[in-house]
Nanobody
Framework: QVQLVESGGGLVQPGGSLRLSCAPS????????MGWYRQALGKQRELVAI???????NYVDSVKGRFTISRDNAKNTVYLEMNSLKPEDTAVYYC?????????????WGQGTQVTVSS
């Protein structure tokens, strides 16, 4: 089992920046994809950014050029650097990870961290 613990959310003014962190604990071997989703009030959860252990990252169009996902492989920690934040970025952000254990694919979610962009 893997637990994902997010941190770094908060209230920021439009145009500001935040950095989210997601630190997994437990049996963290073979985490082959890590990333971030978000869910705004009244909307479906959507992919924000995904970083596989091999291959290129992927971003939703609305954050390209503003958000950057990165990963510290030694710690298995994934970060989301968010710049030029807009009110429409307001949402609960969830860390996401996929694990391959002997051919069984497991999905994990963090508890979510609130990001509010408002003046």
């Amino acid at each position: 089992q893997v637990q994902l613990v997010e941190s770094g959310g908060g209230l920021v003014q439009p145009g500001g920046s935040l950095r989210l962190s997601c630190a997994p604990s437990g049996s963290t071997s073979s985490l082959y994809i890590m990333g971030w989703y978000r869910q705004a009030l009244g909307k479906q959860r959507e992919l924000v950014a995904i970083m596989p252990s091999a291959g290129s990252t992927n971003y939703v169009d609305s954050v390209k050029g503003r958000f950057t996902i990165s990963r510290d492989n030694a710690k298995n920690t994934v970060y989301l650097e968010m710049n030029s934040l807009k009110p429409e970025d307001t949402a609960v952000y969830y860390c996401y990870a996929r694990q391959n254990i002997g051919g069984s694919y497991l999905t994990y979610w963090g508890q979510g961290t609130q990001v509010t962009v408002s003046s």
